[in-house]
Nanobody, 120 residues
Framework: QVQLVESGGGLVQPGGSLRLSCAAS????????MGWYRQAPGKQRELVAT???????NYVDSVKGRFTISRDNAKNTVYLQMSSLKAEDTAVYYC??????????????WGQGTQVTVSS
């Protein structure tokens, strides 16, 4: 079993910045992709950004140019640097990790979520 522990959420004013962290621990085999998703009240969970073990990244259009995802493979940790935050970024942010346990089996893990609130 793999545990994902997130940190870094909180309350920030519009235009401000926050950095989220997510550390994976436990019986890790080989984590390939890691990512961040978010869910706002009354809305479905959506992908925010993903990063592969080789550093290839993908972002939802609404955060391009404002958010940066990065990772430390040695620490099995993924980060999300969020800048120029807007009220519509308010959501619970969830960390995600895909553990390649065998050549044909991937286990997907989720963190518990961290609240990000953008408000003046």
């Amino acid at each position: 079993q793999v545990q994902l522990v997130e940190s870094g959420g909180g309350l920030v004013q519009p235009g401000g910045s926050l950095r989220l962290s997510c550390a994976a621990s436990g019986s890790i085999v080989s984590i390939n992709a890691m990512g961040w998703y978010r869910q706002a009240p009354g809305k479905q969970r959506e992908l925010v950004a993903t990063i592969t073990s080789r550093g290839s990244t993908n972002y939802v259009d609404s955060v391009k140019g404002r958010f940066t995802i990065s990772r430390d493979n040695a620490k099995n940790t993924v980060y999300l640097q969020m800048s120029s935050l807007k009220a519509e970024d308010t959501a619970v942010y969830y960390c995600n990790a895909n553990d390649q346990v065998t050549a044909r089996t991937i286990r997907v893990y989720w963190g518990q979520g961290t609240q990000v609130t953008v408000s003046s």
